[in-house]
């Protein structure tokens, strides 16, 4: 046999084995980056068969989330840390467009929470030092909370006229923590959709948005338990869906054998006791992201008229006994992996969700 | 008769099923990785059935990954309340240590995970 | 009515009844392992590749993948694919090989070259139509393994039987 064969026989196989490779590479799959940004950790979940578009992807939704956190932040020198400079003024000024439309939303978010989600009160949320990585405590004396409530910064105070606006109380400092995330999630999302991307989960510090389903199965997402390590419940999404969950777990300090963690209820300026978890699913992540808030501040007794209001119908609240409070609509869609010691369904009032699905008259 | 041709895709052919076993079947290759990301770069990949120590300079100061019998673990990090440290042992496909002062992601690869993303 | 017929068809009809027999005997046998046939039918295709060129072994083979599964009840079932896919990869590999390497390789080395090249089409297609599983993967050595072994056995059958079938040159 000739030199010539060999090489051609080799080259036949090597032929052989490369087709059969590039068939296989074909099959779409998941691609998972992680990275930081918006002070947390994020993770984007691709499902795709185009391994540039998942890359491509994974940077895009990096600047973005990076841009919104600058803009965003209540005390750095972005748009919105000079928004707050000029509310403390009280004279009337020009809203930076890239945070007004937040602005507006939050104000009607914190009406319909019944000001449990207070953004106004960013001078409390400073004064615990949650607007931190790492909050260290201890707490704040009594009389420095008690100066803030005083004042009480609410989101009726600030004004808005087109692009002009005005604060009426000089305290109000706007920290939307508990919503921006949402809202960023929420415009990462569309931006990805519009680059192509039609499978994907982004989740930010765990809190998260997914559309689409990788193959012929759905996303699974697992909700983590807020006593240990470990998950608590399993959640299959379906279609487009953002998942939030507020717990007193994710950013807290101890200080005297006491954990002050950092949902702060605006009434009494001290860490909302009562609840443990607050898991919501919604199709609007910024509104997903003020219910786990609102109605972590709400507890118990009060989730299921706030709920009602905000037109969301699938609440899970876990109180610090560990009882597990569900909407029906909830109980549909969680499966647990450990039985709670105690589940109560409990129905939203219905004639208060069907105000507030009305619109208001324009 | 077998010719040299012949010969040659046999051997080829035994090549091949020898390269499988060596690919596939290397002791729990895939599934036994840690990845180390500092300021959203990859800076190490590592086999977690090798004991070895790996620091990892970050904004804030020096984080310390340890491996050990098929582990890994933050050791030690900038962080002043060891959030990082708090996750313990990773070794199943999933289980992360952060250190975010630090931008240093620890994290364990493997493709049998049960769920694509955790709430938290 | 009757359709016209050349000596070629009959041949065709011949040896894809052949192929057909033995296809079904094989799968009359219990299997060790799922997957895993010895894949004698190679042995006919090989054959006819060497004997009369290879637009024959094609017409054989696909004959023998769609009667095959015809017969035995396996049409259009991920059975019937995965034969598909096994013949498809198989005659494109023997294909390569007959005109690249012409009458240097015998049927041994084509009986080997086909069983491997079946087994890998057959493999990628699982996996990626059915089963993308990691688990899978760690089947794939054992897998070639068998098939190497057959190609073997089916290679010397192959030899024997050209050596009857040839008159000597």
Same mark, same amino acid.
């Given at each position: 046999?000739?030199?010539?064969?060999?090489?051609?026989?080799?080259?036949?196989?090597?032929?052989?084995?490369?087709?059969?490779?590039?068939?296989?590479?074909?099959?779409?799959?998941?691609?998972?980056?992680?990275?930081?940004?918006?002070?947390?950790?994020?993770?984007?979940?691709?499902?795709?068969?185009?391994?540039?578009?998942?890359?491509?992807?994974?940077?895009?939704?990096?600047?973005?989330?990076?841009?919104?956190?600058?803009?965003?932040?209540?005390?750095?020198?972005?748009?919105?840390?000079?928004?707050?400079?000029?509310?403390?003024?009280?004279?009337?000024?020009?809203?930076?467009?890239?945070?007004?439309?937040?602005?507006?939303?939050?104000? !009607?978010?914190?009406?319909? $929470?019944?000001?449990?989600?207070?953004?106004?009160?960013?001078?409390?949320?400073?004064?615990w030092g949650f607007?931190?990585?790492a909050p260290q405590g201890p707490p704040p004396a009594d009389?420095?909370?008690?100066?803030?409530?005083?004042?009480?910064?609410?989101?009726?105070?600030?004004?808005?006229?087109?692009?002009?606006?005005?604060?009426?109380?000089?305290?109000?400092?706007?920290?939307?923590?508990?919503?921006?995330?949402?809202?960023?999630?929420?415009?990462?999302?569309?931006?990805?959709?519009?680059?192509?991307?039609?499978?994907?989960?982004?989740?930010?510090?765990?809190?998260?948005?997914?559309?689409?389903?990788?193959?012929? !199965?759905?996303? !699974?997402?697992?909700?983590?338990?807020p006593e240990a390590?470990?998950?608590?419940?399993?959640?299959?999404?379906?279609?487009?869906?953002?998942?939030?969950?507020?717990?007193d777990y994710?950013r807290f300090f101890m200080h005297e054998g006491e954990r002050y963690h950092h949902?702060?209820?605006?009434?009494?300026?001290h860490p909302a006791r009562g609840?443990r978890?607050?898991?919501?699913?919604?199709?609007?992540?910024?509104?997903?992201?003020?219910?786990? $808030?609102?109605?972590?501040?709400?507890?118990?007794?009060?989730?299921?008229?706030?709920?009602?209001?905000?037109?969301?119908?699938?609440?899970?609240?876990?109180?610090d006994?560990?009882?597990?409070?569900?909407?029906?609509?909830?109980?549909?869609?969680?499966?647990?992996?450990?039985?709670?010691?105690?589940?109560?369904?409990?129905?939203?009032?219905?004639?208060?969700?069907?105000?507030?699905?009305?619109?208001?008259?324009? | 008769?077998?010719?040299?041709?012949?010969?040659?895709?046999?051997?080829?052919?035994?090549?091949?099923?020898?390269?499988?076993?060596?690919?596939?079947?290397?002791?729990?290759?895939?599934?036994?990785?840690?990845?180390?990301?500092?300021?959203?770069?990859?800076?190490?990949?590592?086999?977690?059935?090798?004991? *070895? *120590?790996?620091?990892?300079?970050?904004?804030?100061?020096?984080?310390?990954?340890?491996?050990?019998?098929?582990?890994?673990?933050?050791?030690?990090?900038?962080?002043t309340q060891g959030i990082? *440290?708090s996750?313990?042992?990773?070794?199943?496909?999933?289980?992360?240590?952060?250190?975010?002062?630090?931008?240093?992601?620890?994290?364990?690869?493997?493709?049998?995970?049960?769920?694509?993303?955790?709430?938290? | 009515?009757? %359709?016209?017929?050349?000596?070629?068809?009959?041949?065709?009809?011949?040896?894809?009844?052949?192929? %057909?027999?033995?296809?079904?005997?094989?799968?009359?046998?219990?299997?060790?392992?799922?997957?895993?046939?010895?894949?004698?039918?190679?042995?006919?295709?090989?054959?006819?590749?060497?004997?009369?060129?290879?637009?024959?072994?094609?017409?054989?083979?696909?004959?023998?993948?769609?009667?095959?599964?015809?017969? %035995?009840?396996?049409?259009? @079932?991920?059975?019937?694919?995965?034969?598909?896919?096994?013949?498809?990869?198989?005659?494109?590999?023997?294909?390569?090989?007959?005109?690249?390497?012409?009458?240097?390789?015998?049927?041994?080395?084509?009986?080997?070259?086909?069983?491997?090249?079946?087994?890998?089409?057959?493999?990628?297609?699982?996996?990626?139509?059915?089963?993308?599983?990691? @688990?899978?993967?760690?089947?794939?050595?054992?897998?070639?393994?068998?098939?190497?072994?057959?190609?073997?056995?089916?290679?010397?059958?192959?030899?024997?039987?050209?050596?009857?079938?040839?008159?000597?040159?």
């Amino acid at each position: 046999m000739s030199r010539g064969m060999l090489r051609k026989v080799t080259a036949a196989l090597i032929i052989a084995v490369a087709t059969a490779m590039m068939v296989g590479c074909e099959r779409p799959e998941i691609h998972r980056d992680r990275f930081i940004a918006f002070g947390t950790i994020v993770e984007l979940n691709i499902y795709t068969a185009d391994r540039e578009l998942a890359r491509t992807a994974a940077e895009t939704v990096q600047a973005d989330l990076d841009y919104m956190h600058g803009a965003w932040h209540a005390w750095e020198p972005g748009a919105m840390g000079r928004t707050n400079q000029l509310l403390a003024t009280g004279m009337e000024f020009s809203a930076n467009p890239s945070v007004l439309p937040l602005i507006i939303e939050a104000q !009607r978010l914190s009406e319909a $929470t019944e000001g449990l989600f207070n953004p106004a009160l960013g001078q409390l949320f400073a004064l615990w030092g949650f607007q931190s990585d790492a909050p260290q405590g201890p707490p704040p004396a009594d009389e420095e909370i008690q100066a803030i409530l005083d004042q009480d910064p609410t989101m009726d105070d600030v004004h808005i006229d087109g692009i002009r606006m005005r604060s009426s109380n000089t305290a109000v400092r706007l920290d939307l923590g508990a919503y921006a995330k949402g809202y960023g999630l929420h415009q990462a999302m569309e931006h990805l959709k519009e680059l192509g991307v039609e499978h994907a989960i982004l989740n930010a510090g765990g809190d998260l948005r997914a559309i689409g389903r990788p193959g012929n !199965r759905p996303w !699974r997402i697992g909700v983590r338990s807020p006593e240990a390590q470990g998950v608590i419940a399993a959640i299959e999404t379906q279609g487009d869906e953002a998942v939030f969950t507020s717990g007193d777990y994710e950013r807290f300090f101890m200080h005297e054998g006491e954990r002050y963690h950092h949902i702060l209820d605006p009434r009494t300026g001290h860490p909302a006791r009562g609840t443990r978890s607050v898991t919501v699913i919604h199709q609007d992540a910024a509104k997903a992201d003020v219910a786990s $808030t609102a109605l972590f501040i709400a507890g118990a007794d009060d989730w299921p008229r706030i709920a009602a209001r905000l037109g969301i119908e699938k609440v899970m609240l876990i109180d610090d006994a560990g009882v597990v409070y569900m909407t029906p609509a909830m109980e549909k869609r969680v499966r647990f992996e450990s039985e709670p010691k105690e589940q109560i369904i409990t129905p939203l009032p219905d004639d208060s969700l069907e105000t507030a699905s009305v619109s208001p008259p324009a | 008769m077998i010719t040299r041709a012949d010969a040659l895709v046999i051997l080829l052919a035994c090549g091949l099923v020898a390269g499988t076993y060596a690919w596939l079947w290397s002791p729990g290759a895939p599934a036994t990785q840690v990845r180390v990301i500092s300021g959203n770069e990859e800076v190490a990949r590592l086999p977690l059935d090798e004991a *070895q *120590q790996l620091e990892i300079t970050g904004p804030a100061g020096i984080t310390v990954v340890e491996i050990a019998d098929g582990a890994a673990r933050c050791a030690a990090s900038p962080g002043t309340q060891g959030i990082c *440290q708090s996750a313990g042992w990773l070794k199943r496909a999933g289980d992360m240590a952060v250190s975010l002062p630090n931008r240093v992601i620890i994290e364990v690869l493997g493709d049998e995970t049960e769920f694509d993303s955790m709430n938290y | 009515m009757q %359709i016209a017929t050349t000596r070629e068809d009959h041949r065709i009809a011949w040896l894809a009844a052949l192929a %057909i027999a033995v296809h079904i005997l094989e799968a009359a046998f219990p299997s060790p392992l799922p997957g895993v046939k010895p894949g004698l039918a190679n042995v006919i295709t090989v054959l006819v590749l060497v004997l009369y060129g290879w637009r024959m072994a094609a017409w054989v083979t696909g004959l023998r993948v769609l009667a095959g599964s015809l017969v %035995i009840g396996t049409f259009l @079932s991920p059975t019937f694919w995965l034969s598909a896919a096994g013949a498809l990869c198989s005659l494109t590999a023997l294909g390569l090989a007959h005109r690249l390497a012409g009458r240097t390789l015998s049927p041994m080395g084509l009986c080997v070259l086909a069983a491997l090249a079946h087994m890998l089409g057959q493999f990628l297609l699982a996996w990626w139509l059915f089963i993308p599983h990691a @688990s899978l993967l760690k089947l794939l050595p054992v897998l070639l393994t068998f098939s190497l072994i057959f190609g073997l056995v089916s290679g010397t059958m192959a030899v024997l039987m050209q050596r009857r079938l040839s008159p000597p040159a």
